[in-house]
């Protein structure tokens, strides 16, 4: 609890934009991996965006690719999804997630997108994002 917190979160009409803030105040926060999940009403949770400890390299889920950014400032322990050309297939709320150690993706099989049932992974209590007119 209060590890990773999230803010940001609005309503906003279709064909917007909304940028996502998540802190972290975490010792070496440099080696965690952060990602971003959402979960809509009656839905499963889902990896939206991460961004791996090691290279900053990005992955993104395929509704999110082209139209959200995911960035990290390791100074002062944030990470951001900028998201934009929002529609109502948004709406959900979003979580900040972070792992100590791993990358997003590894040849074993390890993969951010499995986060919500792995252990070791902390979660923010999310912020709503609501896409409507």
């Known amino acids: 609890q209060g590890v990773v917190v999230e803010s940001g979160g609005g309503l906003v009409q279709p064909g917007g934009s909304l940028r996502l803030s998540c802190i972290a105040p975490l010792n070496d926060f440099e080696k965690y991996t952060m990602a971003w999940f959402r979960q809509a009403p009656g839905q499963e949770r889902e990896g939206v965006a991460c961004?791996?400890?090691?290279?900053?390299?990005?992955h993104y889920s395929a509704s999110a690719e082209g139209r959200f950014t995911i960035s990290r400032d390791n100074a002062n322990h944030l990470v951001y999804l900028e998201m934009s050309n929002l529609s109502p297939e948004d709406t959900a709320d979003y979580y900040c997630?972070?792992?100590?150690?791993?990358?997003?993706?590894?040849?074993?099989?390890?993969?951010?997108?499995?986060?919500?049932?792995?252990?070791?992974?902390?979660w923010g209590q999310g912020t709503q994002v609501t896409v409507s007119t």
């Open positions: 961004v791996s400890w090691s290279d900053d390299s990005t």
């Open positions: 997630a972070t792992q100590l150690g791993l990358v997003c993706r590894h040849s074993s099989g390890a993969d951010w997108k499995l986060w919500p049932t792995a252990a070791g992974t902390y």
